[in-house]
C-alpha cells in the first residue's frame, strides 16, 4: 500500500513552455502533498507544501508564479513549471501520505525536466 | 534550509561487509526515516522511526532512533551489490504539517 504515483517520468521542452507534472496517491487520500527538487548528486529540497482545497505554503526563495501548484482532489496534486528556462532543469519529485499517526511520507519516482 | 548531518558522505566496501551510516540534528525529531534513492527514481522507504530509543529491523537493515531524539543510525548487514544506491535520513518534526528535513546523503557503493 501507499503508493504514490508520478507522471510524467520525464519531459524535454524548449524554453519558454510551461510544464505539467502530476503526482497521485493511488491507494490512500492524501489532504497534503509536497514537493520537492533534486540537482544532481544533492540531497531534496522542499519546494511547497501542497493543501487540499487552499493555496500552497512555499518555501523561501521559491517562486510562486514560476512554480504553480493544485492540489483540486483528495488523491491529485500539480505542479506546473511555467514559462520554464533552462535553469529550471531538474528533478522533481513529490511525496505524501496517509493520515493518521505514524503515517511515514512515501515519494513517486520523480520526473526529470530538461529545458532547451 | 535546514538539513540533517549525515555520514559518511560516500562509502566504498566490499561485497559481505557491514555498513553504518548516521545522522545528527542539534534539534529534536519526533520521527526518523531512512529512505534509498537509485539513479533516476524517487527516494523508497527503508525504515521508519517514531520513538526515542526504538531499534528497528527490516531483513539485513536495522536503524535506531537516538534517546536524544537528535541522531538515528543505519546498519546494513553482509552487504551485496543491490545495496549500492544513495541513503538518506530524514527527520519531521511534530507539528510541522508532516515536512521532512533532509540528511545530504551517504553514497554506497559495494565492490564484488
Known amino acids: 500500500g501507499a503508493v504514490v504515483s508520478q507522471h510524467p517520468s520525464w519531459v524535454i521542452c524548449k524554453s519558454g513552455t510551461s510544464v505539467k507534472i502530476e503526482c497521485r496517491s493511488l491507494d490512500f487520500q492524501a489532504t497534503t502533498m509536497f514537493w520537492y527538487r533534486q540537482f544532481p548528486k544533492q540531497s531534496l529540497m522542499l519546494m511547497a507544501t501542497s493543501n487540499e482545497g487552499s493555496k500552497a505554503t512555499y518555501e523561501q526563495g521559491v517562486e510562486k508564479d514560476k512554480f504553480l501548484i493544485n492540489h483540486a482532489s483528495l488523491t491529485l496534486s500539480t505542479l506546473t513549471v511555467t514559462s520554464a528556462h533552462p535553469e529550471d532543469s531538474s528533478f522533481y519529485i513529490c511525496?505524501?501520505?496517509?493520515?493518521?499517526?505514524?503515517?511515514?511520507?512515501?515519494f513517486g519516482d520523480g520526473t526529470r525536466l530538461s529545458i532547451l | 534550509g535546514q538539513q540533517l548531518n549525515q555520514s559518511p558522505q560516500s562509502m566504498f566496501i566490499q561485497e559481505g561487509e557491514d555498513v553504518s551510516m548516521n545522522c545528527t540534528s542539534s534539534s529534536i525529531f519526533n520521527t526518523w526515516l531512512w529512505y534509498k534513492q537509485d539513479p533516476g527514481e524517487g527516494p523508497v522507504l527503508l525504515i521508519a522511526l517514531y520513538k526515542a530509543g526504538e531499534l528497528t529491523s527490516n531483513g539485513r537493515l536495522t536503524a535506531q532512533f537516538g534517546i536524544t531524539r537528535k541522531d538515528s543510525f543505519l546498519n546494513i548487514s553482509a552487504s551485496i551489490p543491490s545495496d549500492v544506491g544513495i541513503y538518506f535520513c530524514a527527520g519531521q518534526k511534530f507539528g510541522s504539517a508532516r515536512q521532512l528535513t533532509f540528511g545530504s546523503g551517504t553514497q554506497l557503493t559495494v565492490l564484488p
Open positions: 511525496s505524501a501520505s496517509p493520515t493518521g499517526v505514524d503515517q511515514p511520507q512515501h
